[in-house]
């Protein structure tokens, strides 16, 4: 049932490409592809979802303790988190040299491009859509990334602080996190310094009680044909929500009902059982785009950029001003760009550093430690 919602995490990748594209075909971006952000908030649904089937029994069993869980979760995200910053470093420096000898281009480390030591010590502890101060900089899409990575911490201490099949808990912090949004800022769900990690929390608890709401509908007795029935009417229902409220979204209540419609689509194509469209989403290409979608996020700003240094040099009228068959050749190479790199970062450091971390046994390392057995003897000569 993952591989279904594996290849929507993708698909919602690529619409996260095409709104951060700044190609545009018309003067704006079409309405979907401009609420395409929202497409953010699809992932840390997902993420609460998944993070919830997959570790909750773990935790509670004391199969995994805190700081395991951690590792893990570091493994994850910051081999490519790191990998990526290094990369626009390497970046920024060869267009600042460029800009300083040969003036082309523009300076890359002035105050205006927030490109600069506190702000790159930030992305490099993972603390860059943590604090207020911190403006979008070096890879911006990575704010994402430092936010989730603090909620799988708060995630753990939820876990073994809260009764096992509550439903209302994770619906309320999820409830109160939307209303502190909408309490902090206008904007709601646009990116706004300071509310990063409430964004983030929010989504994500719903997708808890999301995946909690799942395990007691798949207690309940239902026919086959009943079932089926259902996930073919469901799917096409929660499609057509979904892209409805995002194409209209410009307001706090299409932004709730995109937010709404999200949860629904997880419900719906986590089913084990499959309609034409969740058949769709199991076919070998769409979880492929799924599998690099990390990766493609993670990636897909620094293409953009090359891509505009580019349409620079070829169009002396400069990108912002193109428009017209040319933005989607643009566009269509920034996706098959973006695709290509993804694989080369999924094969050599996101798979690589995952599966290396699923080898680590850190029980073993951590009881190898001299003060931790200094400790253990310690203890046993008291008895």
Wanted: hydrophobic fraction near 50%; include cysteine.
């Amino acid at each position: 049932m993952l591989y279904k919602l594996e290849s929507w995490r993708g698909m919602a990748a690529i619409a996260v490409v095409l709104f951060h594209s700044p190609f545009n075909y018309y003067n704006d971006k079409i309405s979907f592809i401009n609420n395409s952000y929202l497409f953010v908030d699809l992932f840390f649904i997902l993420s609460g979802f998944v993070m919830s089937f997959v570790y909750t029994a773990k935790i509670r069993e004391g199969g995994l303790s805190f700081l395991e869980f951690s590792f893990l979760r570091l493994a994850r995200l910051y081999p490519l988190h790191l990998f990526m910053l290094l990369s626009w470093l390497i970046y920024l420096l060869t267009k600042e040299l460029f800009f300083q000898q040969f003036a082309i281009g523009s300076p890359q480390f002035s105050p205006e491009t927030n490109n600069n030591l506190v702000s790159f010590f930030k992305h490099l502890f993972l603390l860059n859509g943590i604090f207020p101060s911190t403006p979008l900089s070096w890879n911006g899409p990575s704010w994402s990334i430092s936010v989730e990575f603090f909620t799988y911490i708060i995630f753990y201490l939820f876990v073994i602080s809260t009764p096992k099949k509550s439903l209302m808990i994770p619906l309320i912090f999820s409830i109160l996190f939307y209303m502190a949004l909408f309490l902090l800022k206008t904007g709601f769900l646009e990116i706004s310094i300071g509310t990063e990690i409430v964004r983030c929390l929010a989504g994500f608890s719903l997708g808890i009680y999301i995946h909690r709401l799942k395990q007691l509908k798949e207690q309940k007795l239902k026919t086959k044909n009943e079932k089926k029935l259902n996930v073919y009417v469901l799917e096409i229902f929660s499609i057509s929500l979904l892209c409805t409220s995002i194409t209209l979204s410009g307001n706090i209540i299409f932004e709730f009902i995109s937010i709404l419609s999200m949860g629904i689509i997880i419900y719906v194509f986590s089913d084990k059982n499959s309609g034409s469209v969740g058949k769709v989403l199991e076919t070998k290409y769409l979880k492929l785009i799924g599998k690099w979608s990390f990766s493609i996020y993670m990636v897909h700003s620094l293409v953009i950029s090359v891509h505009k240094v580019i349409a620079d040099i070829l169009f002396p009228i400069g990108y912002n001003n193109l428009s017209g068959y040319i933005t989607v050749i643009i566009n269509f190479s920034i996706l098959v760009m973006t695709i290509l790199v993804s694989i080369f970062t999924f094969k050599f450091i996101e798979d690589k550093f995952r599966n290396k971390s699923k080898e680590t046994n850190l029980k073993k390392i951590l009881t190898k430690a001299p003060i931790l057995k200094n400790s253990k003897k310690t203890t046993c000569s008291k008895l």
